[in-house]
């Protein structure tokens, strides 16, 4: 069942993209939550449209981004960021917070075939087997924030500690400093010393 401002299952999605988003409604709903949802065509994958488009800030744009850690035997352990729209992970640092001295993205295969979801339609919970979850500690900021239904046209708005409890995350400060994303500004060399001025 769809709750929220369109309650009609939308006709141009696949039978597996509205699986998708009735296992992220029924997560919820076992935890006690109902979601209502958002139907938005056209949404995109930038953080800035979502944003534009939700009328909200892009740092309440939460992004579901999956990472594997090798084990032995040549298993992958599976960890999921949920990090702000406004911030770029910063790998060591996740590594660090994660305890895992290996991490990297996980590739699309490595992703449908652990927890049958696309990377770009990735929800923060919902997955079909027990993914480790570390939240952006910004996203807690925020009164609201948004995030995907398992779908690249439907999302759901949420506060952010019921978005910890129901993905049962860690939150845990994973973005890369501010210092590390602002652009550098060009200093240009000087040519000859100035008047005066010591060698």
């Known amino acids: 069942m769809w709750h929220g ?4 299952q ?4 696949t039978d597996q993209t509205q699986r998708g988003i009735q296992t992220v409604l029924e997560a919820a709903s076992r935890r ?3 979601l209502e949802v958002r139907i938005i065509p056209g ?3 930038s953080p800035e449209r979502a944003a534009s488009m939700l009328g909200a800030d892009p740092g309440q744009i939460v992004r579901s981004v999956f990472f594997v850690a090798p084990r032995p035997e040549g ?9 702000s ?3 770029e992970i910063d790998l060591p640092l996740l590594a660090a917070v994660s305890g895992e001295i290996a991490i990297r993205a996980a590739s699309t295969s490595e992703v449908r075939h652990l927890i049958g979801f696309a990377p770009d ?3 923060p919970f919902g997955y079909a087997r027990n993914v480790r979850i570390l939240m952006d500690q910004d996203l807690c900021q925020y009164e609201w924030v948004w995030a995907a239904a398992g779908s690249d046209t439907v999302v759901f708005k949420v506060a952010p500690r019921t978005l910890r409890m129901l993905s049962n995350a860690v939150v845990a400060p994973v973005a890369a400093a501010p210092w590390m994303t602002a652009p550098v500004s060009r200093i240009e060399p000087r040519l000859q010393f100035e008047t005066g001025a010591g060698a």
């Open 121 to 123: 339609v990735l929800p």
């Open 32 to 34: 006690g939550v109902e």
């Open 85 to 87: 729209g406004r911030n």
């Open 10 to 13: 939308p006709t141009d999605v």
């Open 43 to 45: 949404l995109g994958h």
């Open 75 to 83: 298993r992958l352990a599976p960890i999921v960021c949920l990090v």
């Open 5 to 8: 401002t369109d309650r009609k």
